[in-house]
């Protein structure tokens, strides 16, 4: 695997890659990633990887100073997984000067659920990617559904700006006992470890009751709310939405979703189960 530190040498590298797959992430790399490196290797010639801590997506007190940084551990991984490519650039390259134009994404994307709770989050998210886009010109781009309001709004992007880039959206990896992998459950103690995945079953408590033809939503999810704040947790939101837009559902046959946003501790978890 080739690791880049600069653009001009991982445009050289793109000349010859045929096909490309891109998986952006910004490291401390779990299983979660791994399955989206080897997922990419099915849609392209070349995968290429990204790993970057993107400052300008998260808020000023969020966990950016903190954000695992574990490269030697993540290169290997990439390498394993087979991603021939692994752009790795310092902040500089990707923000010489301050960032003056973005990706605005719509409001009603945005000032909803995760936006909500991180203003300027998809902001930042969302002008990151393009660039990434830019510098690679990949064909396709994988990301994970755990993030899937992320998923939702690079896909409007995408699609509003005529990128030729297909979006591929790959299921949420979990443990054994539930819990969705990320990167941030490094932060949950032992004891906020064993109780992480009470979101992922009052999750799937709702979408079972959804699915068995429960129109309650409200009830539901004030119950499931209730149950996550009784053992300690701080929710910033649990809610049934239409998978399209993650606006509240309107019609009786609509795709939906259940997503929740919650703090254990310190350490902010969010989830999702598609209905
Ligand atoms: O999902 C992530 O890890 C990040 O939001 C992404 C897409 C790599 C952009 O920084």
């Known amino acids: ?8 040498s991982l445009r050289a590298a793109r000349v010859q ?53 574990t490269f030697e551990a993540d290169r290997e991984k990439l390498a394993t997984a ?56 990949p064909d396709v781009a994988l990301f994970g559904k755990k993030d899937y309001q992320q998923l939702m709004v690079l896909k409007n992007m ?9 979006i591929v959206a790959q299921d949420t990896i979990r443990a054994a006992d539930g819990l969705a992998l990320s990167s941030r459950n490094g932060y949950l103690s032992a004891t906020e470890r064993a109780e992480a995945p009470r979101l992922y079953q009052q999750l799937t408590a709702l979408a079972n009751a959804v699915r068995n033809g429960a129109s309650n939503h409200a009830e539901l999810e004030a119950v499931a709310l209730a149950e ?7 929710p910033d939101y649990l809610t049934v939405r239409r998978r399209t837009d993650l606006q509240p559902p309107q019609q009786p046959d609509e795709a939906l979703v259940v997503l929740a946003a919650a703090r254990l501790g310190a350490t902010r978890l969010i989830d999702n189960i598609e209905i």
């Open 228 to 234: 996550l704040a009784h053992h300690g947790w701080q």
């Open 17 to 69: 890659a045929g096909r490309v797959a891109l998986v952006p992430t910004m490291g401390n790399l779990h299983d979660g990633h791994v399955a989206l490196m080897l997922e990419a290797a099915k849609h392209a010639d070349t995968v290429i990887a990204s790993i970057f801590v993107n400052r300008l997506q998260f808020g000023p007190a969020e966990d950016f100073d903190k954000y695992p940084r």
């Open 158 to 166: 995408v699609r509003e700006l005529a990128l030729p880039i297909a």
């Open 82 to 137: 087979g991603v021939a490519h692994l752009f790795a650039p310092d902040e500089a390259t990707v923000y010489p000067q301050p960032q003056r134009y973005y990706v605005d994404p719509a409001s009603g994307q945005t000032d909803i659920l995760e936006g909500a709770s991180r203003p300027g989050h998809f902001r930042g998210m969302a002008t990151l990617v393009l660039k990434l886009f830019n510098i690679v010109a």
């Open 1 to 8: 695997m080739q690791v880049h530190t600069h653009i001009a």
